[in-house]
């Protein structure tokens, strides 16, 4: 039996946070904060299996380039959403939201047009209605999320056994090879953001 590969999908979104219905700014201030307080391990899309990157970002300024003195401004801040994802945007954007609804509601929650109503159904269409075309890889590598952790594993497993084998004997370090054998030829990988 073959195996099927999933799907390779991208997705840019670009959703708009209107500076005019943003009361001091505290909508803009509450993105920023739940952008700041995602980490790498406490991070939502650590339990995205299928995400190899994403990247969300606050755009709120255009600098110019050298020299440009034109001082051209944005009338509303945007909420950028890049990600390489082995899998669906949809199947993504489910398993983001039942992670962590808070911090979809902290972020694009506080974009315009947004729906004030709990569920992943509102947050795909909303990032629907963000998409933009032309999506490009983001991912260094052409492989599947699960594939590359099993590659970091294997590279692990086989560092540890040749720093544990270093002065043995060949008897020991064959011996040592063979116990480690099952580890290298299926690694038990790491969690997304794990690394």
Do not use: N
């Amino acid at each position: 039996m073959s195996r099927v590969p999933k799907p390779h999908s991208f997705l840019t979104a670009l959703s708009p946070i209107d500076r005019q219905d943003d009361a001091g700014g505290a909508r803009l201030a509450a993105i920023r904060a739940a952008l700041a307080a995602h980490t790498q391990y406490g991070s939502p899309f650590r339990e995205c299996p299928t995400a190899h990157m994403v990247r969300m970002q606050v755009i709120d300024a255009l600098k110019p380039a050298m020299g440009d003195t034109s001082g051209v401004h944005l009338r509303s801040a945007w909420l950028l959403c890049v990600a390489e994802l082995d899998g669906g945007v949809d199947d993504f954007l489910d398993a983001l939201y039942r992670t962590d609804p808070d911090f979809v509601h902290a972020t694009w929650g506080q974009c315009t047009g947004y729906p004030p109503y709990r569920g992943a159904v509102f947050l795909r269409r909303y990032i629907a209605r963000c998409r933009m075309g032309g999506e490009l890889p983001y991912a260094a590598f052409p492989a599947s999320v699960a594939q590359v952790q099993a590659a970091i594993a294997r590279k692990e497993c086989l560092g540890a056994l040749a720093a544990a084998t270093q002065g043995l004997d060949d008897a020991a370090a064959q011996a040592a090879f063979r116990a480690a054998r099952g580890e290298l030829e299926r690694p038990t990988a790491t969690r997304p953001g794990g690394l």
